[in-house]
């Protein structure tokens, strides 16, 4: 059995194994079937609730993950912003000596959470620049015309 | 109205994130999909011969115990009955149901129809090139329910 303690790390591998069968447009293949098979729930949340369905969404897997973050909520303003101080599973890759993280990981937040979110009416930026420090900022903005309740 | 802020440190809570098995899950789904069964296989062997390299290692030196070890605390931390039977040369564990595969069956995560080989094949890719082997005696898919076998293949 494969714990999910150890999911991470398989993660990295499988994003290792799909580039090497079709390069980078099989790795994005997969994250946007994932993010269409998985993320059904934080589609429902932010359907349901508008940008407070990231809020309940992020509370669940932010604190499962046992994240060091600070999470914002602002509907007056429309945004949402998660700072992820020290991303658990990037932390996690980081400190495994063994195995060499798969290159481009950190992008899978990028491409899964976006192909999720935009087509709702929100815009979804992250910002990856110390994503090799396991840090990282990701805000979603409810656009003019959105579906923000 | 007014902003709303969580703030959390990462010893604020345990982690133990157990729809990450739906996330495997719908990996291994995708491959078989789209690569075909023997690419789940692979893929499944290639991860466990780089990730568990030092339980590899620690069995190499040390014997079933290590794979006991390892399990044990698995097990523990996932929850679910589980029963080890240990001598010098066999390691026999019984699960009554998988606990990744009840969670996601609790949570109405689609099980991949290989999911067995997250047992079978990392067991056995674990055990390559040490003294001993692995078998997959009885699987369950509806449940996971297992009877695992680790036996000495040569001394």
Redesign the interface.
């Known amino acids: 059995?494969?714990?999910?303690?150890?999911?991470?790390?398989?993660?990295s591998?499988?994003f290792k194994?799909l580039e090497a069968?079709g390069g980078r447009r099989a790795v994005d293949d997969?994250w946007k079937?994932?993010a269409d098979?998985?993320l059904g729930n934080l589609k429902s949340a932010v359907e349901q609730h508008g940008l407070r369905g990231c809020?309940i969404y992020w509370?669940h897997?932010?604190?499962?993950?046992?994240?060091?973050?600070?999470?914002?909520?602002?509907?007056?303003?429309g945004q949402f912003r998660i700072i992820l101080h020290?991303c658990?599973s990037k932390a996690r890759l980081i400190e495994?000596k063994?195995?060499e993280p798969y290159h481009d990981y950190c992008r899978h937040c990028d491409v899964l959470y976006r192909h999720v979110l935009e087509p709702l009416g929100y815009r979804f930026t992250i910002d990856r620049s110390r994503c090799d420090e396991a840090h990282c900022t990701a805000t979603i903005t409810a656009q003019a015309g959105g579906e923000e309740h | 109205?007014v902003?709303?802020?969580?703030?959390?440190?990462?010893?604020?809570?345990?982690?133990?994130?157990?729809?990450?098995?739906?996330?495997?899950s719908?990996?291994l789904e995708?491959?078989h999909e789209k690569?075909g069964e023997e690419?789940v296989r692979?893929?499944l062997w290639?991860?466990a011969r780089?990730?568990y390299?030092?339980l590899t290692e620690a069995v190499e030196r040390r014997g079933l115990v290590a794979l006991e070890e390892h399990?044990r605390e698995?097990?523990s931390?996932?929850g679910g009955e589980v029963r080890f039977v240990l001598s010098e040369d066999e390691l026999r564990i019984e699960?009554d149901a998988?606990?990744?595969v009840t969670h996601m069956r609790r949570r109405g995560?689609p099980v991949a129809r290989l999911y067995r080989e997250?047992?079978e094949t990392?067991n056995r890719a674990i055990c390559h090139q040490t003294p001993f082997a692995a078998e997959l005696l009885q699987y369950d898919d509806e449940t996971g329910r297992s009877i695992q076998r680790f036996y000495r293949s040569r001394s």
């Open positions: 059995m494969i714990s999910c303690t150890e999911f991470i790390p398989a993660y591998e499988l194994f069968q997969f079937y994932l098979g998985f809020w509370s897997t932010l604190n499962e993950e046992a994240a060091d973050f600070t999470m914002e909520l602002d509907e007056d303003a020290h658990p495994l063994h195995v | 109205m902003k709303q802020v969580m703030r959390r440190a990462a010893g604020d809570n345990e982690y133990l994130h157990q729809d990450f098995h739906g996330a495997l719908a990996g995708y491959l690569y690419a692979r893929y290639q991860f780089t990730f390299a030092p399990f698995v097990y931390l996932e699960v998988c606990p990744a995560y997250t047992t990392v």
